[in-house]
């Protein structure tokens, strides 16, 4: 089965540290990744996605993700974390052989950073 | 340009209540969606459509309805709403994979 996984529910951080939110993948063909944002009471915001090319990809907001195809994952990064970064983040993905509708998302992970 | 709206952004129902949720885009897409998000699921796909005119069955279609008569517009509807139909609601649109705008959210308790 084709599926999204973000092992972590919530990941906490102190501002200014390195941010790591992992998301691993479980697709046929050439997947289409994404990621986005979501804070309180507000629609998803996109990120940044990996269509092909290179492997890391920079998005909003200083972030950036790393397609890593032998390890079937896309882990969103920040060099430095800021307390504004605080929200939920969602990886989803798209088969590369699929329609628009086939978008998975994963179950999302609460980035919660400490000043 | 105000990208994806949703009406309404909160709504009670009882149980066995219907009610429609409108999404609207000015971005001129063809592909919009119907999305539900509930704690620890992520978004799962209720109904999508590729054009107007058209609709189709996502993940978890049961107990909705959908129609696209005019291409900026995306209905929702719920014809007998249930307790398990609490959840918070999402359209999203995009000019063709990949990637989606979102819209702010429909907040939906039914008791």
């Known amino acids: 089965a084709q599926s999204v996984a973000q092992p972590e529910d919530q990941v906490n951080v102190a501002e200014g540290n390195p941010l790591t939110v992992k998301c691993t993948y479980s697709v046929s063909g050439n997947p289409y990744l994404f990621w986005y944002v979501q804070y309180p009471n507000r629609g998803l915001q996109f990120l940044l996605k990996y269509i092909t090319g290179d492997n890391l990809v920079k998005g909003s907001y200083g972030f950036e993700a790393e397609f890593n195809k032998s390890q079937t994952s896309f882990h969103l990064k920040k060099p430095s974390a800021l307390v504004s970064d605080s929200a939920l983040y969602f990886c989803?993905?798209?088969?590369?052989?699929?329609?628009?509708?086939?978008?998975?998302f994963g179950s999302g992970t609460r980035l919660s950073i400490r000043p | 340009n105000a990208g994806v709206t949703q009406t309404p952004k909160f709504r009670v129902l009882k149980t066995g209540q219907s009610m429609t949720l409108l999404c609207a885009q000015d971005m001129n897409h063809e592909y919009m969606y119907w999305y539900r998000q509930d704690p620890g699921m992520g978004l799962r796909l209720i109904h999508y459509?590729?054009?107007?005119?058209?609709?189709a069955k996502g993940e978890v279609p049961d107990g909705y309805n959908v129609s696209r008569l005019k291409k900026q517009n995306f209905l929702l509807g719920l014809e007998s709403a249930a307790p398990s139909q609490t959840s918070v609601y999402f359209c999203?649109?995009?000019?063709?994979?990949?990637?989606?705008?979102f819209g702010p959210g429909t907040r939906l308790t039914v008791t």
């Open positions: 459509s590729v054009g107007e005119g058209t609709t």
């Open positions: 999203a649109s995009s000019d063709g994979p990949p990637g989606q705008y």
């Open positions: 989803a993905v798209r088969p590369g052989y699929s329609s628009a509708s086939k978008i998975i």
